[in-house]
């Protein structure tokens, strides 16, 4: 395991988490502003961030995982020489 597979794995989970938690907020946002659908009785913003937090974290410690486990992208090698065209 790389230190680069480590680092692009870290990536993917902190932005699935953030998307997650942001794209929850804006459609809950939109849809209250938009369509006019009332906010339910105990359902605040800070509920919706923090439960669209976990499902982003769920789907991106998945999505790490695949990352980090991945196979390595082997070399392609070419069948001909120099100057020709290569066919994998």
Do not use: H, Q
Not at 5 to 31: E, R
Not at 61 to 76: F, S, T, Y
């Amino acid at each position: 395991m790389s230190l680069e597979k480590v680092a692009w794995g870290s990536v993917v989970f902190v932005g699935t988490v953030a998307a997650f938690t942001v794209s929850g907020v804006v459609g809950a946002f939109s849809d209250g502003y938009f369509l006019g659908r009332a906010r339910k009785k105990g359902v605040t913003y800070k509920k919706i961030a923090t439960r669209n937090a976990i499902l982003g974290g769920v789907a991106g410690a998945v999505a790490a995982v695949a990352v980090v486990k991945g196979k390595p992208k082997e070399e392609e090698k070419a069948i001909a020489g120099i100057g020709s065209i290569n066919v994998y």
